[in-house]
Every structure is written in C-alpha cells, then in structure tokens.
C-alpha cells in the first residue's frame, strides 16, 4: 500500500509579488536615505543605523498578510504573529463598511481572524475552503450571524471570475 501525503495548504498565489514590492520598497527608502545623507556629508554610524531601522519599519508596515487555508480552517501570518479559524466552527462573519471592507471571522473556540476580502477575489481556491467550511458551519448550526455577506461576496467573486474569463478570452 501507498502511504499518502497531506495536501498541501491553499495559499494566497499573489503573496510573494506583493512581499517582493514590500522589500523593494524598504530598499529603494533605505538606499535613498542613505545617498541624501551621504551626500550632504551626514551620514555617521548612527544615523545608518536608524536609517537602517527605518527601513524595517517600512518593510514591517508594507508587508502583506500570508493568507493559507485548509479543509476546515483559514490562517493569516503577519509579520509579529498569525491567527487562526476553524471555518468549520464558525459563528460570526461580518464585513465593517469602510476603506477597507474587512471580513471579521470568528469560531466556536473564541478565534478571531480580520481579512481583505479581496484576497478572496483574487484566490478562488481559498475562497472555496472558506466557503465549503462556512457551508458545514450552516449545516450544524454554529454559523449564526453572516450568510448574508458570504452570499454577496460569493456573488462578487463570482462576477469578477466571469469578468476575467471574458478578458482573457477576448470576448469583453
């Protein structure tokens, strides 16, 4: 018999892009403090080191949120810690108007996890393992607050993954 291997967890395909410009970003900042103060005969070990320091700074807050979900969960990892949900078990999905439009995420273990609907957008596969948990979530009865945004953010990814195809089909 054949000893089979876990899946691997569906992640956000766009990630590294995004992390990529984070880290070019907290360069170039770096690369142009360093010549500005160079330049005008400033710069001491000092100086480098809070340039240095505020070049992290800027990586830390440009970095984008890892985004990986599973059969029956989703996790964020940010750059000091991450959060996990059971979207099996969950209980409470509200999306706050605003900017942003976050998703807010709760389970039945007291779990919390804030997300950008948008990255649901752009990654079928995690919306799907969101979905698919919110679905058993609805079927044993823990899921009591929020269908009503997973039924209009279905619909938006929906209309955005039509909109797409067309694109790249040439049709629109």
């Known amino acids: 018999m054949g000893r089979t291997t876990p899946l691997p967890p569906d992640g956000d395909r766009h990630w590294r892009k995004r992390a990529w410009l984070a880290v070019a970003c907290a360069l170039v900042f770096c690369g142009l403090t360093f010549l500005v103060d160079w330049d005008a005969g400033t710069l001491t070990p000092a100086r480098a080191v809070l340039w240095l320091a505020m070049a992290a700074a800027v990586l830390t807050v440009l970095l984008p949120q890892r985004v990986s979900a599973g059969p029956g969960w989703l996790a964020i990892r940010g750059p000091v810690r991450g959060h ?43 919306w799907h393992d969101l979905d698919t948990g919110a679905r058993r979530s609805r079927e044993r009865g823990t899921l009591w607050e929020g269908t009503e945004v997973l039924e209009r953010l279905g619909r938006e990814i929906d209309d955005a993954t039509a909109r797409a195809v067309l694109r790249e089909s040439g049709i629109s």
Not at 104 to 126: C, I, S
């Open 84 to 126: 996990m949900v059971r979207t099996d078990a969950l209980t409470d999905i509200r999306q706050y108007p605003g900017v942003s439009g976050h998703l807010v995420l709760r389970d039945t273990q007291g779990h919390r996890l804030e997300l950008d609907p948008r990255v649901l957008v752009a990654n079928p596969l995690l």
